[in-house]
């Protein structure tokens, strides 16, 4: 059976229109990397400019730099996360962090939402969005209550069960558009009319959903979003976030830091605080120059990949290794923690073993000849693979499944300790 498998892996990387951008990327042949959705890979122009940046823009240019190529960075780039998710390019900011942009737009909406006190979420969300919603209570708006709707099975949560906990009192729901560990997608244009309705706002997290699935912003009739440019779209490590606004929404919303480089005029270093007018007013301090130029050449290769044509691989790629789970991995104690249907998933495969963890560091620190294997960890059980159909294979997934095979027959996990390392 798993003879069959190499042949159709081969066969459908032969016919795979997008193969040649994996040499674009930096990559060791002794390697499979299925973490994209962590943190995706370094394209090798972006060695290039950062280099030219450090050593001339910085080294050489200095200030002049910041009117000669810094000061229209950021919305150079807001152009094009703004096509990737489907909005308009004055509807995003980019900048900061997921966690710090979703602080802004939570405040901002609640407190739009006078006189309604129900903040709804799921079990699903990324702990970061948790926390700031709860942060956000104890601090700030003391008579609100957080909703956290448990999952039904931990993979999923149907929309039904969110229609029935949203209502009239409802000031904000927010969700993971793609959720981490199960990747399980919602139905986002019904979601947000569910909110409209009744007159509550959603805020959706982009991160495990950017250049990973087509996402259609204006389309889907959504208000707000964030997310981070460092998985699906190759930033780097730590690249700047984005945030989204919808235009008829902006002028309502307060950025709750009033700082500098929100002002509608910055440089006239004005005592008092004038807010600018559109979504320059989600800005806060200097931008980080070294991680947005970082962040161009993942963002132009995917526009010039194409998200439709992404996510037909990404999919194929999807029912290929889901297809080889059920036949080779099933029986040896894996279950697949994903939604089979490909309608309601993004573009990782969440697997649970009872020995999850200790599999998990034998694929990716092999003992003997095999080829080093990364995928990662997420409690309790989870081994998400990510697939990236910039730099994926199909034969990287056949070579994965035999070597997770592997793994657990010969009971190679055994030579690695339960205790975590800090990263998993
Ligand atoms: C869904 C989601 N939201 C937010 C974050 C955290 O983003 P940041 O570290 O940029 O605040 C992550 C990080 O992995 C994430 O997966």
């Known amino acids: 059976m798993m003879d069959d498998y190499l042949q159709k892996s081969l066969d459908l990387d032969k016919k795979d229109s997008l193969k040649s951008f994996k040499n674009r990327f930096v990559h060791s042949d002794n390697e499979i990397y299925l973490d994209g959705n962590s943190l995706g890979k370094l394209p090798k122009k972006t060695i290039e400019i950062t280099s030219d940046l450090i050593q001339n823009q910085w080294g050489n240019r200095l200030i002049r730099s910041w009117n000669e190529h810094w000061l229209g960075l950021p919305k150079n780039l807001a152009k094009k996360i703004a096509q990737i998710v489907g909005a308009q390019e004055d509807e995003i900011f980019v900048g900061d962090s997921t966690s710090l942009n979703l602080y802004k737009l939570v405040f901002a909406a609640l407190q739009l939402q006078k006189g309604k006190q129900k903040i709804v979420t799921d079990s699903l969300n990324f702990p970061t969005d948790l926390y700031v919603l709860q942060g956000m209570i104890a601090n700030h708006f003391q008579n609100h209550t957080l909703e956290i709707i448990p999952s039904d099975d931990e993979i999923s949560t149907q929309t039904n069960t969110l229609k029935k906990n949203i209502d009239k009192n409802t000031a904000l729901l927010t969700?993971?558009?793609?959720?981490?560990?199960?990747?399980?997608?919602?139905?986002?244009?019904?979601?947000?009319?569910?909110?409209?309705?009744?007159?509550?706002?959603?805020?959706?997290?982009?991160?495990?959903?950017?250049g990973a699935v087509p996402v259609a912003l204006n389309k889907n009739n959504a208000e707000m979003a964030v997310g981070c440019t460092y998985k699906y779209l190759n930033g780097g490590p730590g690249a700047p976030a984005f945030l989204y606004v919808k235009k008829e929404l902006q002028e309502k919303l307060v950025n709750p830091i009033w700082s500098w480089f929100g002002h509608e005029k910055p440089f006239d270093f004005n005592p008092n605080y004038q807010a600018d007018s559109g979504i320059q007013k989600f800005a806060i301090g200097t931008p980080s120059i070294l991680s947005l130029a970082a962040m161009e050449t993942g963002l132009d290769l995917l526009l010039e990949a194409g998200i439709e044509?992404?996510?037909?691989?990404?999919?194929?790629?999807?029912?290929?290794?889901?297809?080889?789970?059920?036949?080779?991995?099933?029986?040896?104690?894996?279950?697949?923690?994903?939604?089979?249907?490909e309608k309601y998933r993004g573009s990782h495969i969440s697997l649970q073993h009872e020995e999850g963890y200790r599999i998990n560091r034998a694929m990716i620190e092999p003992k003997e000849n095999d080829k080093i294997i990364i995928p990662d960890f997420r409690p309790p059980n989870n081994i998400r693979l990510g697939i990236a159909p910039l730099y994926n294979s199909f034969q990287d997934l056949y070579e994965t499944v035999v070597r997770m095979k592997k793994i657990v027959v010969e009971k190679e996990y055994e030579n690695f300790p339960k205790e975590k390392l800090t990263v998993t």
């Open 175 to 210: 969700l993971s558009a793609v959720t981490y560990k199960s990747a399980f997608r919602y139905d986002m244009i019904e979601i947000n009319a569910i909110a409209k309705k009744n007159n509550s706002f959603v805020i959706w997290d982009l991160s495990h959903a950017a």
């Open 309 to 341: 044509n992404l996510r037909k691989k990404s999919v194929q790629q999807s029912n290929f290794l889901i297809e080889m789970v059920q036949t080779e991995l099933q029986a040896i104690g894996f279950k697949i923690a994903s939604p089979l249907d």
